[in-house]
């Protein structure tokens, strides 16, 4: 089931076909640099955390999620040293900043997701319960290679769906 929110984000997203490509080897040793480049601007209590498809080692939309969780007093201090590091934020929600960059080709989304709003820690307890759970964490790789080709809006469908009914089953 997708609530009424969920499918006014849909309504937002794009009828181009997404690609789903294979998990890239590189990803760890990449994810390392951007984590040590997040850490010498925002200094070493930053807590910057590999997630998404990549950090699962499952395929996924050819790019590395990076997530810098933070209380949202913190953003203020974080998005201008960020801004230097990596450019002009693309993106701003009450939850999270999002950045682009990327590593030796490799596309980095990153973001300053706020500790204490409910869609970061629904995130980490879906997380969580794919990590405990292998066989849900094959269905969700399974999910993601066959949504190659579809659109953005129908890929993101399914994996809102996904993630609720894994949350339904978590709580």
Known sequence: MITKEQEEFLSTLSDKAISIVPYDPRTERLYGSIK?????????????EHCGASSFGISGQDE???T???NKA?????????EKEFGP??????DRVRFKTEVEGKKIDLKISDEDHPN???????????WKHPEELERYRILKEESNGVTVKEYYRRKIEFINDILSRAS
């Open 120 to 130: 970061h820690i629904r995130g980490k307890i879906f997380e969580a319960y794919l």
């Open 74 to 82: 913190m953003f203020a201090d974080y998005i201008p040293k960020l």
């Open 68 to 70: 810098i969780v933070a």
């Open 36 to 48: 040590e480049r997040i850490l010498k601007v925002l200094g070493p209590e930053a807590v910057v």
């Open 64 to 66: 590395i999620d990076v």
């Open 89 to 94: 934020m693309k993106s701003q929600y009450p």
